[in-house]
């Protein structure tokens, strides 16, 4: 029998990094969106491109990862560079902080629901 070694390194699911995954993926895309009334060519360039898109979905990713790793009482990720979202042990999430921990489960399919990818309203997981 082999051992999982990983095991006890693995604090999200296989279930859950699809979640994340699928989740920052309908992000990025809303987030290479012009913003209203703007139009997407501006002196016949695109407003985005695809490295845009990428960089918006790999940064999503990265923002669900470091919440999972924030529920579960972490150690600072250490592909958490700017530290921004991560509070000091025993202080209190900022404002700032409560808002983004929200932001990022918005539109995630419910938890207790995992067999649709369809977008919940945010009000269960906020």
Known sequence: MKIDYAAQCRFFSA???????????YAATQNIEPPKGEDWLIDG???AC?????????????????AAAY?????????????????NDGEELTSA?????RRIMNH???????VHNRPS???ENA
Do not use: C, K
């Open 97 to 101: 902080g409560e808002v983004f921990l």
């Open 15 to 25: 279930e859950d990094a699809i979640r994340y995954a699928l989740a920052a993926y």
């Open 108 to 114: 995630l399919p419910p938890v207790d629901n995992r």
């Open 45 to 47: 360039q695109p407003y």
């Open 121 to 123: 309203n945010g009000a």
């Open 50 to 66: 695809a490295s845009d898109f990428a960089d918006a979905f790999v940064q999503e990713v990265a923002d669900r990862v470091s």
């Open 71 to 87: 529920a579960q009482r972490l150690p600072r990720l250490a592909s958490d560079i700017t530290g921004t979202w991560w509070p």
